[in-house]
């Protein structure tokens, strides 16, 4: 199994171009199953979780096809044709490598009446029922039923009345696929406490160019007006704001000055404000933004929340920045129990840190050690590669597959900064 080897110290500078964004990719890409006609969808990041849906959706009966990809570009072209769905069916064995085939759920049920797919069971940063995503269709009008580990959804008469829900918590996932599931029902759906994440302003754009009636996007009340059938369209995934703000934790830790290209500046407001309390120098240039860290770092109080609060998906990196702050910061994971997977392994690298329930006390240290690393998501493992740039010595960081489901070519853009990183194999 790969490896990503670090020697750290070096002050990363440079332009560094921000991908696709991962989680509005995969929300974009069920949206296929919902037309007979072609989706087209742009700017789509190279991603182990993009492969993986493609692979879900050709075993539903769709075809994907990239188009013109120089191996030098960043992102891709994919055409996606459902004209006819062979299946119903997301497996087991595509659902446990990616939570996110969940997301078939809704355009499934909303195209042809039903979907069977898999339950994706826990996963290292927590539970993640969908207990969420069933009550929501089931109030549009699914039936929903339980057996042996799969959860099958089927609209009575083959078109979902459409109805209202109000979510007693937010979820991004539940709000996608419910949101998905009504753009074809026959009637008027209100989604009440909805995500108001920029992928699901995302997801809901690209709807609307299909032809799908929804008002009040980007607030906490969706409505959904169903249409009888989608047409197909050509839309770009919006930049990945968690990428950009990874990369924005990359100058801070090492007291780098990066300028991140092609960013959506406004979907990062609560990243930027983190960033500016922590003595980090940002400016906003159009779509680029300059992240400059020429001092020490200062302790941060933060508390993850759902958008437009701190993302939960930048905590980890976060953290890693806050281990060489001068001074103890606070950190709160309001949204997954179990997302403090970095805590040891930063841990083994010098850095100071005490959780207590969903509290992590990061007490700043004068230097970090390189050591061998792993660790068990994606986000925690972008938190041991912000720690081994700034490290002195080698850090190497095991199951890398965790960073190739959400980096698009890492170690490349990271070099091309004056990072010392490289991919190995295991041997
Ligand atoms: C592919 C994708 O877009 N993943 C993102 C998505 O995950 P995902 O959509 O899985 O996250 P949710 O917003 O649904 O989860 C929020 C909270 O709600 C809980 N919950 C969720 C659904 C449900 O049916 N029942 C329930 O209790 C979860 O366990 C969690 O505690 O949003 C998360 C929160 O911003 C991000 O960390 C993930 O990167
Ligand atoms: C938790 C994440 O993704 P997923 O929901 O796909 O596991 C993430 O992107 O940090």
């Not at 083959?158 to 419910?178: C, H, K, M, Q, W």
């Not at 906490?220 to 989608?230: A, D, K, M, S």
């Amino acid at each position: 199994m790969d490896r990503i080897i670090i020697r750290g110290g070096k002050r990363l500078s440079g332009r560094l171009p921000i991908s696709g964004a991962k989680n509005a990719a995969l929300t974009l890409m069920p949206c296929a199953l919902l037309t007979e006609e072609p989706l087209t969808l742009r700017n789509l990041p190279r991603l182990a979780d993009v492969d993986s849906f493609g692979h879900l959706l050709n075993q539903l009966g769709a075809s994907t096809q990239i188009e013109g990809a120089r191996p030098e570009d960043f992102g891709r072209v994919m055409t996606i044709r459902a004209g006819k769905l062979t299946s119903t069916e997301a497996p087991y064995d595509i659902v446990r490598k990616m939570r996110a085939s969940i997301l078939v759920l809704g355009p499934l049920v909303g195209r042809g009446g039903e979907a069977v797919v898999s339950l994706p069971g826990g996963c290292a940063i927590g539970n993640r029922p969908i207990d969420l995503h069933l009550k929501a269709m089931e109030a549009i009008g699914a039936e929903i039923e339980l057996a042996a580990g799969y959860v099958k959804a089927t609209a009575p008469g083959g078109r979902l009345p459409g109805g209202d829900y109000v979510f007693p918590i937010v979820s991004v996932g539940a709000t996608e696929n419910v949101v998905m599931a009504a753009v074809t029902a026959r009637g008027v759906s209100r989604i009440g406490n909805a995500a108001r994440e920029p992928e699901i302003v995302d997801l809901c754009n690209c709807l609307v160019a299909m032809g799908a009636k929804i008002s009040g996007i980007g607030t906490e009340t969706l409505i959904i007006t169903g249409v009888e059938r989608l047409h197909g369209a050509t839309y770009a995934v919006m930049p990945d704001r968690i990428e950009a703000g990874s990369y924005a934790c990359a100058a801070a830790i090492t007291g780098g000055d990066l300028e991140l290209a092609g960013v959506d500046i406004e979907d990062m407001r609560a990243t930027i404000t983190a960033l500016v309390q922590a003595g980090v120098e940002v400016e906003e240039k159009g779509d680029v933004l300059r992240v400059n860290a020429p001092g020490p770092l200062k302790p941060l109080t933060l508390a993850t929340a759902p958008f437009p609060g701190f993302a939960t998906d930048m905590q980890a990196q976060f953290m890693a920045m806050l281990t060489l702050a001068e001074g103890a910061s606070v950190l709160t994971e309001t949204i997954f129990e179990n997302r403090y997977m970095h805590v040891p392994e930063l841990a083994r690298m010098g850095a100071d840190i005490h959780v207590s329930g969903r509290t992590a006390v990061v007490r700043g240290v004068a230097k970090l050690n390189g050591a061998p690393v792993m660790a068990t998501d994606l986000r925690a493992s972008m938190s041991l590669i912000l720690a081994g740039l700034a490290a002195e010595g080698e850090t190497q960081v095991a199951r890398v597959y965790h960073l190739d489901r959400g980096y698009e070519r890492l170690e490349e853009k990271l070099q091309a900064v004056g990072a010392d990183i490289e991919r190995a194999g295991d041997g």
